[in-house]
């Protein structure tokens, strides 16, 4: 079964502090994504990535940088911090390449909190 | 863009009692995933099941392409069942987001002893 793992599992930090998120996954899935989940919008898609050195722009991407070092590794990046990215943050990875499934595999996610 | 409604919105069981949760998605999907969020908030795939009937355990899953709906059923609830039942869908391939997730608002279940 493949194994995304996250860190840190959690992180409080002020307004406009600067966080780094991190996701590791170790079955060399292509694609790793970054979800955000809040009450009342269930999980939403903040940036994701096919392969290393690419990011491709989510659903709710305002606020957020990604980067994709390597086939494993693929970190979120708020730079100023603000409350209202306060949330439940998932990583996941997943394999399109022929003969796939396309499932998806979820990290433990990262409570941040931003005061 | 693709909608995905789960009903109902929660639930409450005895245990021992079945569920039958629903989900109903708005445009043809190539892959649809059941997952289960604990109340601590970490996420399982539980089912991957893009079509037809698919069993594990306790948890069935049946998924209607053509009529864009699947139902999890969950025999002989447990207490440690209790959760957030989550369903979510890829787009067709034919589609330019088929690797973009579009989740439900999830199923609220709780099983009492």
């Known amino acids: 079964e493949a194994a995304v793992t996250q860190s840190p599992r959690n992180k409080v930090t002020v307004t406009g502090g600067n966080v780094t998120l991190s996701c590791r996954q170790t079955?060399?899935?292509?694609?790793m994504y970054w979800y955000r989940q809040d009450t009342g919008h269930g999980l939403r898609l903040i940036h994701y990535s096919y392969g290393a050195g690419n990011l491709q722009i989510g659903d709710v991407p305002d606020g957020y940088k990604a980067t994709r070092t390597t086939q494993e590794d693929f970190f979120l990046l708020l730079e100023l911090a603000s409350p209202s990215q306060t949330s439940l943050y998932f990583c996941?990875?997943?394999?399109?390449?022929?003969?796939?499934?396309?499932?998806?595999?979820f990290g433990p996610g990262t409570r941040l909190t931003v005061l | 863009g693709q909608q995905v409604q789960q009903s109902p919105a929660s639930l409450v069981l005895q245990e021992g009692e079945n569920a039958e949760l629903q989900c109903n998605f708005s445009?043809?999907?190539?892959?649809l995933q059941w997952f289960y969020q604990s109340p601590g908030g970490s996420l399982v795939s539980l089912l991957s099941n893009p079509s037809g009937t698919k069993h594990t355990g306790r948890l069935t899953s049946t998924t209607v392409t053509k009529e864009r709906r699947s139902s999890l059923h969950i025999s002989s609830s447990q207490t440690t069942d209790s959760g957030t039942y989550l369903c979510a869908i890829h787009p067709s391939l034919l589609s330019g987001s088929f690797n973009k997730l579009t989740f439900g608002a999830g199923t609220r279940l709780a099983v009492c002893p």
């Open positions: 996941a990875s997943s394999d399109s390449t022929g003969g796939s499934s396309y499932e998806q595999y």
């Open positions: 079955n060399s899935h292509n694609y």
């Open positions: 445009s043809t999907a190539t892959q």
